[in-house]
């Protein structure tokens, strides 16, 4: 629902990079190899790899180690303007391991929440995968099914372990704007159905305008602009609670929003995206006992998730009718919980009827039906998403959304307003990262491929 980017700090570094490209480290992306199965013919091993976010990277001129971002505040010299900043600043090559806590081996990869660097300390990380060194991975899911492992043992209430989808461009933007000289190598390009502006350029240029440091986050701010798209969550998930949500825009790929069309505040049903999306969380949906500790899908170790992306006539090209979910656990298929909600038929996936219901019967807007449902995520599926692997902790809202009881000024018998065991006063930031700095999430084996080729039954 919410992606509020934490973003490191340099205080003494002394290195440089804009939409340019610095050179004070080479970017050598983690490898992280993924399948790709068929039925009948099995498994394939791709040498795909990950590329972090430019919002988390060093940022200094291009001639020298300048920062011209520090903290959450812009160099008001090197960036007077979006497209001067563009030009005078570069990003640069990262330590995965060393500045940010992210490590993979063969197929696995593990994000950690607070890293402390030589010359930072780094909050949570968002890293996308790459086809080759300069393209993300593009993903057409119409038909197929996406399966991956999850170990959540180590991630408490307040964080969320994500995997998900994104409209973004494969090239991260570098042949559409000229002032983007960095492209999807440096992670540029990014863009979720929330139309974050706290992303520091968009469109190959700064997003200074109008820039407000964040309040409680020493490492962010909020700019003018945000990015927009829409977004296939596939997985939002602590030990305590997990979703899975589509959210679908009226736009059709990554989009710079400004005023009203961004969504934000009062004007969250009237942008360009379904900013609450249709989700399924088993235990808002009624079955508290599905998933966390113990329960029949138990986060204290790894399991695998397995999301079915089905059509109406069982084509590639078909249109997106249902987006299914299973469960592997010690040699176990276990199938998706049902909806336990006073009133509402036991559905057990995601499809427009259970949409339409499940707002109906929380007294949610149906901004999702409003900006075209199932068919319109499906459209995006077909062109093609980027895999977006992450895990961040909330400024705005305190995972409670996810965890625990939400919103707070509805009672908790409110059908739709429980999601999870965490306390309400669980999640904030601060606490999250000084209590449980070592929290982590492990993602391996990716797969991906025809219907019921991803896993063993
Ligand atoms: C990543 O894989 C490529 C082959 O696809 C290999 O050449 C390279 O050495 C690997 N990098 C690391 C850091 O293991
Ligand atoms: C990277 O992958 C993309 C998409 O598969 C392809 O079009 C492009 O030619 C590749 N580039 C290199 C340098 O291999
Ligand atoms: C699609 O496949 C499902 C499951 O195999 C089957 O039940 C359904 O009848 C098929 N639909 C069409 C239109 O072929
Ligand atoms: C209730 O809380 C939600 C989310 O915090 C907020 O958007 C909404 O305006 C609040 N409603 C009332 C009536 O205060």
């Known amino acids: 629902m919410h992606h509020l980017v934490a973003l490191l700090s340099f205080s003494v570094l002394t290195v440089v990079c804009g939409q340019q490209v610095g050179t004070q480290m080479a970017e050598t992306h983690p490898n992280l190899s993924i399948q790709k199965c068929a039925t009948g013919s099995g498994c394939q091993i ?10 988390w990277r060093w940022l200094h001129t291009t001639s020298g180690t300048t920062n011209c971002y520090t903290g959450n505040t812009w160099d008001a010299s090197l960036c007077p303007d979006p497209v001067t900043c563009a030009e005078n600043c570069a990003l640069d090559g990262v330590d995965y391991t060393g500045t940010y806590g992210i490590t993979s081996t063969g197929s696995a990869l593990t994000l950690k929440l607070v890293t402390h660097g030589p010359y930072s300390t780094n909050i949570g990380s968002r890293v996308y995968l790459m086809a080759n060194d300069t393209t993300y991975q593009m993903f057409n899911l119409k038909n197929q099914e996406f399966t991956f492992d999850v170990d959540m043992s180590n991630l408490p209430c307040g964080l969320n372990g994500a995997l998900y989808f994104v409209e973004m461009d494969a090239d991260g933007g570098l042949s559409k704007y000229p002032n983007n000289k960095a492209g999807a190598k440096y992670g540029t390009g990014y863009c979720d159905s929330q139309c974050p502006n706290d992303i520091k350029f968009i469109n190959g240029e700064a997003n200074v305008l109008d820039w407000v440091p964040s309040s409680n986050d020493a490492n962010s701010g909020t700019g003018m602009y945000g990015t927009c798209c829409s977004e296939m969550d596939i997985w939002e998930a602590n030990n305590n609670a997990a ?12 989009t710079r929003c400004s005023g009203s069309d961004c969504g934000d505040g009062d004007d969250r ?4 995206c379904d900013k609450d999306g249709c989700d399924f969380s088993s235990y808002r949906m009624g079955d508290t006992s599905f998933l966390g500790m113990g329960k029949t899908v138990d986060t204290s170790s ?3 998730v397995v999301t079915q992306f089905i059509t109406a006539d069982n084509t590639t090209t078909g249109t997106l009718t249902e987006i299914r979910r299973i469960y592997v656990q010690n040699g176990k298929v276990i199938q998706n919980s049902k909806v336990n909600i006073p009133k509402m038929t036991t559905y057990d996936s995601v499809t427009d009827v259970f949409c339409n219901d499940q707002k109906t019967t929380f007294g949610d807007p149906n901004s999702f039906e409003a900006r075209g449902g199932l068919a319109t995520m499906g459209q995006a599926l077909s062109k093609g998403m980027v895999l977006v692997l992450s895990l961040w902790d909330d400024y705005a ?3 409670l959304w996810l965890d625990s009881d939400y919103p707070l000024n ?11 065991t965490c306390a309400t006063t669980s999640g904030v930031p601060s606490d999250v990262e000084s209590q449980n700095p070592d929290s982590s999430v492990t993602f391996s084996n990716i797969k991906f ?7 063993t039954l």
């Open 46 to 55: 791709q040498s795909t790899s990950v590329a972090l976010d430019a919002n």
């Open 243 to 254: 979703a899975y949500t589509a959210h679908v825009c009226t736009v059709h790929s990554q």
């Open 269 to 272: 049903y009237n942008g360009v």
């Open 302 to 304: 790894k399991f695998t």
């Open 397 to 399: 809202d305190n995972m």
């Open 410 to 420: 509805k009672s908790i018998s409110t059908p739709g307003v429980a999601r999870g």
């Open 449 to 455: 491929g025809d219907i019921g080729s991803t896993y």
